[in-house]
């Protein structure tokens, strides 16, 4: 398969292998890009950039409806694309596609009013100049994108840097390159004039060839531990760089909480993508309460759920390294005093996982501390919600989080050390294009979507005008005694109040 968005596409000399992850079946093979057709893609983009950029917003924002309805009428074939790549459900994937094509929307709308420029008030000492401020765009931004949502998640980042009037080169996760090379694709086809969305493909060194090329920033999504190489590489050349990173995220049910609906929230938050998710439910902290009634209703809710089998809820696990750190983090909780109340390491056949509930499993065990990925969730008694938010707030990861509460949810959200949570429903916030999506801690920092998302990718060009000379020559070597004095008691009336 040839890497072609109907531009000129960058050479290579060598090439991977896609596997189905389900059979292991070869599902394509791509062209690994080296440092060189790497840096020709880039200076390609710079030319593209300048194109892009003089469209202004609403030229911009036609071609991205454009580039929305274009992917939303393929959707059925891009759901495919990335079921054969990755292994998730078709019904998943198109869910997948729905939640970007919201985001892309919401991008093209409102790129103007976020980043267009606008007048800010000066203040006493400066009330001569008329002050202004807008958010240009970068020229080239870098994504280097995972494979989990491997439209949704890079999405967030491309749609957004696009829309901010950057061009884009897009290096997919080598697991799911037919995705990425689909979304170019129709980008073309939409906007064939100049390749404003390139696509690179390769393993680990395209995506450092990317970091250290002249791009202006770097859009990384991925795991903590390749976020630090790429920051290593982007620092070369000062390249700034956002930072979307893993999770090991919670979902708390209060004494006071709807236990049917949260048991579905932490089997769906839990299990969905097979566990292959940032913002995954990989720890449940329960009031003791209701434990014993919510680890009943979650145990049988997601009984009912089987990785692998025709029509299964949850496909396999999409990376094979993953099932080693699965199964290890399984099998040490069991080995220090864990009990499996639901599948457990046994139930790890092939490239599949069956859902996996832990109870009494220590604090400091890798299956609390360390990003699992996978179908498993620790289910934990607490005495009250202080004891939740403590041990939620220990880990290093601050990706997102969930509570299930009725009369706190919003206290006990406020109290949640992470980018976002969401109170008595699943990742909502992830969903609502207008709020901001990131971390803090090991999950990274910057943020995509909402106004936070189009800023990520500009910088801020503040701007003045003189409109008049000042009376009072302040900055100036005119400035006389007279002009002191009067800064002087300006100070002392503005600043000179002594403040409780
Ligand atoms: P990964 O870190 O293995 O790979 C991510 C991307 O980085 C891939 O495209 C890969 O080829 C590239 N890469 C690898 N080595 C590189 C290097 N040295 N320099 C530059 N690029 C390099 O992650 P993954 O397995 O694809 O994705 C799963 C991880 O992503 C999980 O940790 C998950 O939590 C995280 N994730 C985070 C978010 C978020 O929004 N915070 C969203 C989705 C996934």
Redo the contacts with the bound molecule.
Sequence with gaps: MSVSTGHPAPSAVSTFDVHDPATGAVVGTYPVHDRHAVDAAVATAHRAAAWWRDLGFAGRARHLDAWRGEIASGRAELAEVIHREMGKPISDAKLEIAMALEHLRWAARNAEKVLGRRSVPSSLLTFNHAATVEYRPLGVVGV??????PVF?PL?SISFALAAGNAVVF?????TPGVGLWLAQAFARTAPAEPVLQVIT???????A??RSEVGKIG????????K??MA?CAENLTPVLM????KDALIVDADADLAAAADAAVWGGLSNAG????AVERVYVHADVYDEFLTKLVAAAAEIEAGGEGSRIGPIT?PKQLSIIRRHIEDAVARGARAVLGGPDTIDRQFVQPTILVDVPEDAAAVTE?T?GPTLTVTRVRDMDEAVELVNRGAYG?GGTVFARRHGREIADRIRAGGTSINAFVAHATIPALP???VGA??FGR?HGPDGLREFTYAKATTRQRFPSPLPLTSFRRDHRADAIADLLVAILHGRKHQ
């Design positions: 280097i994108g995972p494979w989990n949502y998640t967030g290096k997919p996760s080598e697991y390769g393993l680990g060194d395209t995506g450092n990317l970091c990384f999504t991925g795991s903590t531990a390749t976020g190489l790429v590489a979307e990173c893993g999770g292959q998710t940032c913002l990376m990003e990925f990706l999506l990131g971390g999950s990274g995509v």
